[in-house]
């Protein structure tokens, strides 16, 4: 099913909105035609995919009464245990049915009331999707390379990891440095996150590590959320070379008051500026950049008119305001860090309008679902674990939330790349080196299906050859 929603021109699949133009949605349509049930499984899945756009549009329209026959419609097709669209569709008709609740807060939140969140849950789901998918498990390797490579002569590093709950990553790190002909490191880690427990463990488990293989090590914890983190409190000693290891979590610095940010966009001087500071960064963009944008297969999709005077962050020539994010990267310059290594979602989940963020998450899910179904048999709780309460949670958060609850704003390398040179940094190369541990572990492990592609001295991590993660170093920049 990956590849089902094209991004750009194709002689092998037409648009999803060009499939079933003789299934419009209405109230007068009601459930599907029986016949409906009997389709196979590719054409039940363009079936689907008409019907989520469609009801995709309802739903940005605010035109409840047909979003909920949509709804209805998506009901006798879709299913959690299905195969990959139908899997898809379960949760992104999930989301789309929470947004529509939100019209009635007290309605919502009732509903939500006696929902409980279990950190220690989610932390499971994680490690269940370390160990179902290759994903987390390349770029541990490529940052571990990258590291090892930036901080060869070095004799005290400091490794602030922006999201330590997974040891395996600096065990192998440790692995590594003990084996270096000059000896090991003097190596602290500032370990961040929001539970104390899981601190701890990280800190159990590496010292025990670090004590078998006569490395000198420190842990240091600091339980707060990623947003709350003050850098500038880091202990960060003369002498030592500082990393920064960012494994899916920078995006969620993007979250912002986007109706504060709208209203402010709209006025006459912060225009202006907009207009500049597009005119700047259009000198910045590469014609490869560019021509794929140009390229795009154009959709036509609902889109509020009061959108039409914000700059779509969905385009490769502007950025999404995000006060958060410029006051991180202004204080990681401070630090002078040696080495940065970012991993990101490669998908623009960060479009203002609900319809830009359906066709993104819509191709980027279709993919990672796609995988998982070659990688692991339907069975399985695990994997119904990392669809629903991993895959489904960030859809749903895609989806169905607005401002400072939207967390999961992924953006693409592009806008990555504009973000960190216009904070002051420099570019650092991904080695060839690296590539190759990739290679090898997707080979060993026999993960059919899965590349790793270079460009530029960047990373991606493909399903087929569609790319679903980047990777990144920089450096800091005099």
């Not at 807060?105 to 932390?123: C, D, F, Q, W, Y």
Request: proline share 6%; aromatic share 8%.
């Amino acid at each position: 099913m990956e590849g089902m929603i094209q991004e750009g021109p194709s002689s092998v699949t037409p648009s999803p909105l060009q499939v079933f133009p003789w299934m419009p949605l209405s109230p007068g349509l009601g459930s599907p035609f029986p016949w409906l049930q009997e389709l196979k499984s590719e054409e039940r899945g363009l079936c689907l995919i008409h019907l989520l756009v469609a009801c995709a549009n309802h739903v940005a329209a605010g035109s409840l009464e047909n979003a909920n026959i949509g709804l209805e419609q998506i009901s006798h097709l879709a299913s959690p245990d299905g195969d990959t669209m139908q899997r898809i569709a379960a949760y992104f008709t999930e989301a789309f049915a929470d947004r529509m609740l939100k019209a009635w807060p007290g309605l919502h939140k009732a509903l939500n009331s006696t929902k409980i969140s279990s950190v220690t849950e989610e932390i499971h789901v994680q490690k269940l999707f370390f160990e179902l998918c290759p994903f987390l498990k390349l770029a541990y390797v490529i940052t571990n390379q990258a590291i090892v490579e930036g901080m060869e002569g070095e004799k005290m590093v400091h490794i602030i990891d922006l999201n330590s709950s997974e040891p395996a990553q600096w065990i192998n790190l440790f692995q590594t440095f003990s084996a270096r002909p000059e000896g090991p490191p003097h190596l602290r880690i500032t370990g961040i996150h929001e539970q104390k427990e899981v601190l701890d463990q990280m800190a159990l488990r590496l010292t025990e590590e670090a004590e078998k293989l006569d490395i000198p090590f420190q842990f240091i914890p600091i339980v707060c959320k990623l947003e709350n983190l003050d850098l500038e409190s880091l202990r960060v000693k003369t002498g030592e070379a500082l990393v920064v290891s960012s494994v899916l979590q920078l995006h969620t610095l993007l979250a912002t008051d986007d109706e504060m940010l709208r209203r402010n966009i709209n006025t006459p001087s912060m225009s202006k500026n907009l207009n500049t500071n597009r005119s700047h960064r259009v000198l910045q963009m590469n014609q490869r950049i560019l021509g794929e944008w140009l390229d795009k297969e154009p959709v036509h999709i609902y889109s509020p008119s009061s959108d039409l005077t914000t700059p779509s962050p969905s385009s490769p020539l502007s950025l999404a305001p995000a006060p958060k994010m410029g006051s991180f990267l202004t204080a990681l310059r401070a630090l002078s860090p040696k080495l940065i290594v970012v991993t990101e979602q490669e998908s623009n989940h960060n479009g203002p309008t609900l319809m830009e963020r359906v066709m993104e998450a819509l191709n980027f899910y279709a993919a990672l679902f796609d995988c998982l179904e070659s990688t692991v048999s339907r069975a399985p709780l695990e994997r119904q674990k990392v669809e629903k309460m991993l895959f489904g949670e960030e859809i749903k958060n895609i989806i169905a939330c607005e401002g400072l609850e939207r967390k999961q704003r992924h953006e693409k390398l592009e806008k990555w790349i504009l973000r960190l040179e216009l904070a002051g940094f420099g570019r650092v190369p991904l080695s060839y080196h690296g590539m190759l541990q990739a290679g090898r572990l997707l080979q060993t492990n026999n993960y059919d299906g899965y590349k790793i592609k270079e460009e530029n001295g960047c990373l991606f991590m493909c399903w087929q050859e569609r790319p679903l993660y980047s990777m990144s170093a920089w450096g800091f920049r005099l």
